[in-house]
């Protein structure tokens, strides 16, 4: 007679632990790209180098994979080898750091690295070429993300907590740094501030585009899009308040669509709450960004919206924006950070009365606002990839 084998509770929290990814890291982007690259594993992140995950592994050895930083390490070799006298040979181990030279990579590859991916690391470096090698699979619906411009949702947690501005000034540098083609869609098609904070004055095409898709075709971009500068274009709106809108799910598909075949990237600024026939805008993006203040109706809105992108497109592609983090009469970061459940992916400090006064003059802030490219320019990262592209060629010339 055959039975049936009953685990203890002892073998099977063992069986668990030995699902476990557990990375070391000493930097909250690349935490932030680990977590939502790697989402649905068992993940352990923790501040630390491969010298803590050494000491680790001297008395825990039940897990499955290993991330760890070498970055800033004078001899990584030596490291590795005090490594490798502690760590179970069926664990695979993957490595970050600073270290560009295809010299070094090989090496690594040659003593049986799972994978090494050089600083900065992003959600889709992760997605791309980590997960794969330890889960063996991709996030849903990856590749229909990928067909096309890539989609980046702005979403404001509250009013006046400067979505538009950043909407406004991540897609110029955007365009700046990647020299590509940039699209600017504004969704707020009564009251929408994108264009009176550049200075211009929208037609009607938009709303026509998004309420019947066949009235849509590729003339609408000529007719529609206003000129920012060389690389960027506006795409936007100015409807009467007591205009009764009928925008359609696949007028909104249809604009995308469009505006992805266009152009490298389109920066779109979401009306908050969510009608459903904005849906699809949050399924096409590749990242939405829940832009917050530190304050209670932010946090709470946070909260709700994070949970509604969860639900409309899932969870791996949301990143928090912490707008003015230190602004006089704001809330601490520990509430903060206890009411989000981690750190916020994103911060941008406040930058004092200039960003006010470039929405007054109808001028981008990037231009008079110092420290504000700075700032964006670890955002930038995490959307582009740009600083961490070399690995891209590396796999093209050794043919992986």
Not at 61 to 72: F, H, K, P, Q
Not at 140 to 165: E, F, K, L, N, Y
Not at 271 to 283: G, K, L, N
Request: charged share 25%.
């Amino acid at each position: 007679m055959n039975m049936a084998v009953v685990e203890s509770p002892e073998e099977t929290a063992s069986l668990v632990a030995r699902n476990r990814i557990v990375c070391f890291v000493n930097d909250e982007l690349s935490a932030a790209a680990l977590r939502k690259g790697l989402d649905g594993s068992n993940l352990v992140i923790r501040r630390g180098t491969i010298r803590h995950a050494t000491r680790m592994l001297e008395t825990d050895t039940d897990l499955y994979a290993l991330v760890t930083d070498i970055s800033g390490m004078d001899d990584p070799f030596t490291e590795l080898e005090r490594l490798a006298s502690v760590c179970p040979p069926d664990v695979k181990v993957a490595l970050i750091g600073d270290n560009r030279e295809i010299t070094f990579y090989r090496e690594l590859m040659e003593i049986g690295l799972t994978e090494y991916l050089p600083t900065p690391i992003t959600r889709d470096i992760v997605l791309d070429q980590l997960r794969p090698k330890l889960l063996g699979d991709t996030t849903p619906a990856q590749s229909d993300r990928d067909r096309g411009g890539h989609v980046v949702s702005i979403c404001g947690a509250q009013g006046g907590a400067g979505a538009t501005s950043v909407a406004i000034n991540l897609a110029l540098q955007l365009a700046e740094t990647t020299k590509a083609k940039v699209a600017l869609l504004d969704l707020h098609l009564q009251g929408g501030e994108t264009a009176v904070m550049l200075g211009v004055r929208p037609g009607p095409g938009l709303r026509i585009a998004l309420e019947n898709p066949m009235r849509a075709d590729t003339l609408f971009l000529e007719r529609a899009a206003i000129d920012v500068n060389e690389r960027v274009c506006l795409i936007s709106g100015d409807e009467d308040l007591d205009a009764k809108l009928d925008i359609t799910e696949a007028g909104v598909r249809h604009v995308i669509g469009l505006l992805r075949q266009r152009f490298n990237y389109v920066v779109v600024d979401v009306p908050v709450p969510f009608p459903a026939s904005i849906y699809p805008v949050i399924q096409m993006s590749r990242h939405v960004l829940v832009l917050l203040e530190a304050e209670v109706t932010g946090l709470r809105n946070a909260h709700a919206l994070r949970n509604a992108v969860t639900n409309i497109a899932g969870k791996d592609r949301v990143f928090t924006l912490l707008n003015r983090a230190d602004r006089a009469g704001g809330l601490p970061r520990a509430t903060i950070v206890k009411a989000l459940g981690a750190e916020p992916d994103m911060i941008i400090p406040d930058l004092g009365k200039g960003m006010t006064q470039a929405v007054n003059l109808g001028v981008p802030a990037l231009k008079h606002v110092s420290g504000l490219r700075r700032h964006l320019a670890p955002i930038v990262r995490e959307i582009t990839g740009v600083g961490a592209n070399q690995k891209a060629r590396w796999k093209r010339w050794l043919g992986l």
